[in-house]
């Protein structure tokens, strides 16, 4: 009886921390066109390394670092052929929820490079993001901050801004769901947002629609994205989504793994 409940006992620790994890990485393909201008066809990899062994608990698995709490590294690499250039950027990063406190810390620095198919044209900057937030109650983020980047091109002509940011993210229940709702604006010459909200049917399936936009006036890059996403085990995930707008069409795929 005694050998019984131990082999149970350690059945038991093992089943329950088969989900935990404490990296994961991500690559991601995405098209998205605007008529009679330009197609971008982009490929980027991510990849996040937690401080801790993420604890899932009976949180949706796409939510679970964030219902954790879980300070990570962060690193992307993103390569983008715009039809008439191309782009790629580096990226690193920190979130840090300060332990035994409800405040939250996220930075991030980038390098950007982007080489016109003619005229030889070259621009090489820098991009940044610094955030301070508070999680008033669970599964609420309210973050306020800074967006800037600063470079120049072989053309001489140097761009440069600083600009304030505020984001919510928010992931409750509804009646035998779980729901996600985010928003981000950005305060530039112009204001630009996202708005996003997920229904999860289940703990691993979620589906859900977005909108970009901005109040230019003439703004023709408005665009919705459905999108959905499922874990066929913890460890795996696929994602894919659709966009559409008044001239704005698109769709992107991505595959994850965590370990």
Do not use: C
Request: no cysteine.
């Amino acid at each position: 009886m005694l050998k019984k409940f131990v082999l149970l006992s350690a059945l038991a620790t093992i089943m329950g921390t088969t989900h935990a994890y404490q990296a994961e990485v991500t690559a991601t393909y995405d098209k998205f066109e605007v008529n009679d201008w330009y197609a971008d066809k982009a490929i980027a990899i991510d990849g996040t390394y937690y401080l801790k062994s993420v604890d899932i608990k009976n949180s949706p698995l796409n939510e679970a670092s964030f219902l954790d709490r879980a300070s990570n590294f962060n690193a992307a690499i993103f390569h983008s052929d715009l039809g008439y250039g191309e782009t790629t950027e580096y990226d690193v990063g920190v979130e840090y929820f300060v332990p035994n406190s409800n405040f939250y810390l996220n930075g991030k620095v980038g390098y950007q490079r982007f080489k016109a198919d003619s005229d030889n044209y070259l621009y090489t900057g820098s991009v940044f993001i610094a955030e301070v937030g508070y999680l008033p109650v669970t599964g609420l983020l309210i973050a306020a901050g800074l967006e800037g980047y600063n470079g120049s091109s072989n053309y001489g002509n140097d761009t440069n801004a600083i600009d304030p940011t505020l984001r919510a993210k928010y992931v409750t229940t509804a009646g035998k769901f779980d729901v996600n709702f985010e928003g981000n604006l950005l305060f530039s010459h112009n204001t630009f947002y996202d708005l996003a909200a997920d229904l999860y049917l289940d703990k691993t399936l979620s589906i859900g629609v977005a909108y970009s936009g901005s109040d230019m006036s003439n703004d023709d890059e408005d665009f919705f994205t459905i999108r959905a996403k499922k874990f066929f085990t913890p460890q795996i995930s696929v994602e894919a989504n659709a966009k559409f707008g008044d001239k704005v069409d698109g769709y992107g795929a991505s595959v994850g793994y965590r370990f």
